[in-house]
């Protein structure tokens, strides 16, 4: 079958690490972007259409995907497009998904794929989208939500959460509410026809409705305007939706069957291809659960930690619990605990920092402390 992907980058703003870029862009488990787990979910599909929605801060998103060449996306008919603002009819801030897909009508209505599967950039998953392709073809369903459980808690406020019967049928959805456990959340993973898709942003936008999840799911399918579906993934999902929570899913990776389920479940997961050297253990170097890109150079004691590229952690200097990112140098004799460390930091000798798992500290890109 013929299928569209549309990738969001998602706008959210989680403090000092999405001042300057997307979510989309964030760096996540020593050699990726977020980017690269949707990129890689359509790239086994064989999606090879592929839209990614991008509103401000992209210029590093497009350089890292470049023309799409890891992914597979450069071969065939259609592509990969960056649909900005520059090439869309809207001039201001995007209200909702279903505006961000009106202002891209054109995107839309060009070929004749018959599915669109639409992805968002801030929940991490390895899923096989053929099979959800299959099962929303099957339900005969306008609407299918790939949704998950162990999120809801009764306490995290959801962005959009259902409830399924004894038979998998969705009983009841809430957005933007702190839903009980027996609710499980969305993924943000729908899939429906192309044509519903346009005939119901067309609508809806028209209305002053700009939201997929309240708007045309939820409001859809209480009106009874449109069918919806759940399919149910079972696999390793992380939503990335605070500092925290991005915090706790990278030293989740220390973890190998995390790490497996999310980089090797169903398919690998591709990202932009740099070279450098291997990674140089010194002789005092101790590592305890560490997760380690190529390029750095360790000459301290690092535990429960994500290193990327070409990091630096000098002798003498304690690394725990922490998330540094490329070209980051930790001087001699420093102690650091709950830290996350954006680009090119440098850490200087004997300097201390101590966060905490549920506040840790963050340090801007490019800053000297």
């Given at each position: ?10 706008d ?19 050699r990726?972007?977020?980017?690269d ?44 497009e ?6 869309s ?15 891209n ?76 456990e ?76 995390t ?111």
């Amino acid at each position: 079958m013929n299928v569209m992907g549309i990738l969001f980058t998602n706008d959210a703003n989680i403090g000092d690490l999405t001042n300057k870029r997307t979510m989309a862009s964030l760096p996540f488990g020593g050699r990726y972007r977020q980017v690269d787990f949707g990129l890689s979910n359509f790239a086994y599909a064989g999606i090879r259409h592929v839209g990614i929605i991008a509103r401000f801060s992209y210029q590093s998103l497009m350089n890292h995907v470049g023309d799409g060449e890891e992914w597979g996306l450069e071969l065939g008919e259609g592509g990969l497009e960056f649909l900005t603002p520059y090439a869309s009819s809207v001039n201001h801030s995007y209200r909702g998904k279903l505006e961000s897909l009106s202002s891209n009508m054109d995107f839309l209505e060009y070929g004749n794929d018959e599915y669109v599967v639409m992805i968002d950039s801030t929940v991490l998953s390895n899923i096989d989208l053929n099979k959800v392709l299959a099962a929303h073809v099957a339900s005969g369903k306008d609407i299918t939500v790939v949704t998950c459980k162990g999120v809801c808690n009764g306490k995290k406020v959801m962005d959009f959460a259902l409830k399924l019967d004894d038979k998998g049928e969705v009983e009841d959805m809430v957005c933007d509410f702190a839903a009980p456990e027996d609710y499980q959340a969305s993924m943000d993973i729908f899939v429906m026809s192309r044509q519903v898709l346009i005939r119901e942003v067309k609508t809806l936008v028209a209305k002053n409705y700009f939201h997929m999840d309240r708007d045309l799911c939820m409001g859809g399918w209480r009106s009874h305007k449109v069918t919806v579906g759940a399919y149910q993934y079972d696999g390793v999902v992380m939503f990335n939706e605070s500092t925290q929570e991005y915090f706790e899913h990278s030293l989740a990776l220390t973890d190998k069957a995390t790490r497996d389920g999310l980089f090797n479940g169903v398919h690998p997961v591709y990202t932009k291809v740099r070279s450098r050297v291997p990674t140089y253990y010194g002789e005092n170097c101790q590592l305890e659960n560490v997760v380690v890109a190529d390029g750095c150079m360790l000459d301290g004691n690092v535990k429960n930690a994500v290193l990327f590229r070409s990091v630096t952690v000098s002798e003498n200097a304690n690394v725990e619990n922490c998330v540094i990112m490329n070209d980051t140098v930790v001087g001699e004799g420093c102690d650091l605990k709950n830290v996350i460390l954006d680009k090119n930091v440098t850490v200087t000798p004997g300097t201390k920092l101590y966060g905490t798992r549920a506040n840790p500290i963050v340090i801007k890109r490019g800053e000297t402390v």
